[in-house]
């Protein structure tokens, strides 16, 4: 704990050390957040390898009930995600920042941001997870604002996060003290020895309060509005915390409320999860196969990975009190598992799409291309890590979602219909989005960087700073670890995932490299799958070599009998995407525009030809929109009471107390 | 003093609190509205003694001279001064007229009489059976805040609430802690010393102290 407390305590210094000037602001502020994270990652680390469980209370910091926090291997484990992103961002940070971003006030908001990401999934009290969560929200909201005065949207985008995660912060708040109906004490400890006294209709109605709180934070459809917003509105460091951390506060939330404090509660909660799940797995892939604009791609696939995530939560909920606890903790071990490789390459997407905006001055995939040859590093990264989330095998997306996929399938033996259900469904979304991810990140990888250069932005980009090379390696080296030999990692999820399940002691999984269900049937060892694959690889290519000596030709690509060819006759991001917007239409709702002018002298020949395309949120022109109009009608309704009279406004006064009085009367 | 005199002296003192209240309604020279402030005073002090004199209570006697001071002296001074900044200062066309205010004023008192019923079944008493007479007071005082136009006349309005306020509470609970009623004196004190600059600034402003001058506060 102490260790964890330090690690705190250094991005506090570097929260302090913001305010230095401005040659050594941002690369001491980065180390000490740096530092920070690394201890943060040992401490979890420790909790994790040995399984014990501290904690911490003093009675300084917080009023009345004092602030309280406990590190336990379900908490640790998102500390580790958490440390691992931070401590890339950090580093990512010394050769990125510039501009906006290197200001007093935005540096210290990162290493705040940072720091209460650290500490959410310790506070073991609702005051202390209050903190912690409304210091995450405000600081995250005020970095969205950072560029704000080279972008407009990212003030629309800040509103709408900061209305959605207020709102969320009340619900979860209210929900919270709901569970204290009973017991009175406000420690997680307390909450979990009183949570059986309370009567099912309040601890539904908390869960549920708690559920759309940590969804919304989650990205779950439909209260993902504001996610698509301000992922990519914000610097992109602080939106790969985002995508990789933040959300998944949300998905720890909802273990920790619902497993852990409430012990499990009834099935229809976590079915009520798997539906969240599902509907965003689906909606998040759809839209980004859609999209163009880079880092809204990596937004919207945020949504599909926790929406995979919450399906697995929800599966594990559901599945524990039915016949096979070990399936159970699988799925929510699969879970997990997907919660830290999701740090991993969506982390190091984010920062390759950072990078690449760096390096062209463009996010916009219709001007890209051909970045291949001038940022190599990036590319190779960035195209592992899309590798990794279209579930490539031997990567680590491919590991966490095998591993959801058998919870899933085992779940079906004595499973009730709501259930299975449930789970029928849930296997479905995993199938379908796998197919959308792929459309979606082939795109990114082949529209983005390979081919010709579409813009002069992209024909002049350079390989970026040696800081934020690093970076990006080292979450990109998460991918191949959890892909190669995720069975070294198993011990520690299994913690994680007893921790969450109420101190459970299976082990569903044997111990060894690879993934091995302990009693049911199904194993896959990654590290043989790339050694075998590798071999045959050489082997090809040995073949190719001896058996065919044909030496290599370098011609130009075949261009459809025309001689010149040009940068825009490639493939764009829109048409690629295009198809799949025409199959799923009434679902996208895009708006297309063609415009066409004829020369004067003849219909037959065109002037110019302007084609307008836009997929807007169907969600939220449907779902929020309305809202938002009737509260702006109301406001400006009762605006007409507003004349600046100020005896107009005394006699309302003076009026509302003789109404008073004549009740009373 | 016997139980006759005390009952008639009481019922005189809180009397001449709303009679004066009413006259503040009734007249329309700034100076004279605020010799009936002083007045008003001047009776509320009264009513704190007799009740001081009746139950042999120091403290209430103490709060009664306090009232007398401030409320009967030093307030109505200050705003003496302040009307004399505009020495031809008349409440010439208030939001509703005289007649029609004196009209209201009686709606008023008989509504003051209607609720205070049960506060005064409560504990029937000769002090509380007078408690109207403060509800009376204050719903007047309200009445004059808002439909006076000019800034002296608004914040007599004012007095005159937390004048019916103070005879509520000496006549139901025999005086509150003296502490707190120099509070609220001091409170009155201060709104009249915020007053005089601002009536000050108006008039160099706006050649004029109405209110209805004023629009600022919209947006």
Redesign the interface.
């Known amino acids: 704990m102490t260790l964890l407390l330090v690690g705190l305590g250094f991005c506090l210094l570097g929260v302090l050390t913001s305010a230095l000037p401005r040659t050594y602001r941002v690369p001491v502020t980065a180390s000490c957040a740096a530092l920070g994270c690394a201890l943060a990652f040992c401490a979890a680390m420790r909790v994790l390898v040995t399984g014990d469980t501290v904690s911490f209370h003093t009675t300084l910091i917080l009023p009345l009930n004092g602030f309280a926090m406990t590190l336990d291997p379900l908490g640790a484990l998102f500390i580790v995600a958490t440390a691992l992103v931070g401590f890339a961002s950090c580093v990512y940070c010394i050769g990125y920042v510039r501009g906006e971003l290197q200001s007093r006030s935005a540096m210290g908001l990162f290493v705040a941001f940072i720091l209460s990401l650290l500490a959410v999934p310790a506070a073991s009290s609702i005051a202390t997870l209050m903190l912690f969560w409304e210091l995450m929200a405000v600081s995250s909201m005020l970095l969205i604002v950072v560029e704000h005065r080279h972008r407009r949207e990212a003030r629309d985008a800040a509103l709408w996060y900061g209305v959605m995660t207020q709102l969320g912060a009340a619900s979860i708040l209210l929900g919270l003290l709901l569970l204290t109906l009973r017991g009175g004490g406000q420690t997680f400890t307390e909450i979990k020895s009183h949570a059986d006294a309370l009567s099912p209709i309040v601890r539904s109605s908390a869960f549920m309060l708690v559920l759309l709180g940590f969804a919304s934070k989650a990205g779950a459809v439909p209260l993902h509005v504001w996610l698509p917003k301000a992922h990519p509105e914000a610097p992109s460091p602080v939106s790969a915390m985002m995508s990789s951390s933040m959300v998944a506060m949300g998905v720890y939330g909802i273990i920790r409320v619902g497993d852990d404090l409430l012990h499990g509660g009834t099935v229809w909660w976590w079915i009520a999860v798997v539906a969240l799940g599902t509907l965003s797995a689906l909606y998040g892939a759809l839209h980004a196969t859609t999209s163009t604009d880079i880092k809204r791609l990596l937004a919207y696939s945020t949504i599909d990975i926790l929406g995979l995530v919450l399906i697995g939560v929800g599966a594990a909920g559901a599945l524990r009190d039915t016949g096979h606890p070990a399936v159970a903790q699988l799925a929510l071990m699969a879970a997990l598992l997907l919660v830290v490789a999701h740090a991993g390459f969506k982390g190091a997407l984010f920062l390759g799409a950072g990078a690449v905006e760096r390096a062209t001055g463009t996010r916009d995939l219709d001007q890209l291309g051909g970045l291949i040859h001038r940022m190599p590093v990036t590319t190779t990264i960035f195209a592992l890590s899309a590798c990794s989330i279209m579930a490539v095998p031997t990567l680590s997306g491919f590991s966490s979602e095998w591993l959801l996929l058998q919870g899933l399938l085992h779940g079906f033996t004595d499973a009730s219909t709501p259930t299975l259900i449930a789970l029928l469904v849930g296997i479905v979304a995993l199938a379908l989005t796998g197919g959308l991810t792929a459309v979606a990140f082939v795109k990114a990888l082949g529209i983005g960087f390979l081919g010709q250069a579409r813009t002069l932005g992209a024909v002049n980009a350079t390989e970026v700073a040696p800081t934020m090379q690093i970076a990006m390696a080292l979450l990109g080296a998460v991918s191949i670890v959890l892909g190669l030999v995720p069975g070294l990692v198993v011990p520690l999820i299994n913690r994680a995932a007893q921790s969450g399940l109420s101190r459970s002691t299976m082990s569903p999984l044997a111990r060894g490299t690879g993934l091995v269900l302990a009693q049911l049937r199904g194993a896959i060892q990654p590290a043989f799958l790339f050694v075998g694959a590798a071999a045959v690889l050489v082997a090809v290519w040995l073949i190719n070599r001896r058996l065919v000596h044909r030496s290599a030709r370098r011609v130009d690509a075949w261009g459809c009998g025309r001689d010149v060819q040009t940068a825009r006759m490639q493939y764009t991001a829109t048409s690629f995407g295009e198809p799949l917007q025409r199959v799923f239409a009434d679902v996208l709702r895009p708006q297309s525009d063609v415009e066409l002018t004829h020369v004067a002298e003849s219909r037959y020949y065109e002037q110019s030809l302007k084609y307008q395309n836009q997929v807007s949120d169907a969600v939220e022109q449907f779902g929020y929109r309305p809202v938002i109009d009737a509260v702006l009608r109301g406001g400006k309704a009762a605006r007409r009471i ?6 107009r ?3 309302f ?2 009026v509302a ?2 109404v008073v ?2 009740v ?2 | 003093m016997n139980a006759a005199t005390y009952t008639g002296a009481l019922e005189l003192a809180a009397g001449a609190v709303l009679v004066s209240a009413v006259m503040t309604l009734w007249r329309r020279q700034v100076r004279t509205i605020v010799t009936m402030l002083s007045l008003q005073g001047i009776s509320l002090a009264a009513v704190a003694l007799i009740l001081a004199a009746h139950e042999h209570d120091g403290a209430l006697a103490l709060t009664g001279l306090l009232v007398l001071i401030v409320k009967g002296v030093i307030v109505p001074g200050l705003l003496r001064r302040i009307a004399r900044l505009d020495p031809r200062s008349r409440e010439t066309t208030p ?1 509703v007229n005289v007649p029609a205010s004196l009209v209201f004023a009686a709606v008023l008192i008989v ?2 009489y ?2 205070s ?1 049960r506060v005064t079944s409560v504990a029937p008493s000769v002090a509380t059976r007078m408690v109207p007479i403060g509800v009376a007071t204050v ?1 007047v005082g ?2 004059m ?3 006076r ?1 000019r800034a002296v006349s608004k914040v007599v309005g004012l007095i005159l609430v937390d004048n019916g306020i103070a005879l509520v509470t000496f006549l139901l609970t025999s005086g509150v802690p003296l502490i707190v009623e120099l509070g609220s004196s001091l409170d009155v004190l201060l709104v009249v010393v915020v007053l005089q600059f601002l009536v000050i600034n108006m008039g160099e402003q706006l050649r004029r102290s109405e ?2 001058q ?6």
């Open positions: 507003q004349n600046g009279s100020i005896h406004y005394l006699a006064g003076f107390l003789l009085l004549v009373l009367a | 939001l509504l003051s209607v609720v019923a719903l309200y009445f805040l808002v439909t136009r209110l209805d004023m629009k600022e506060l919209h947006d």
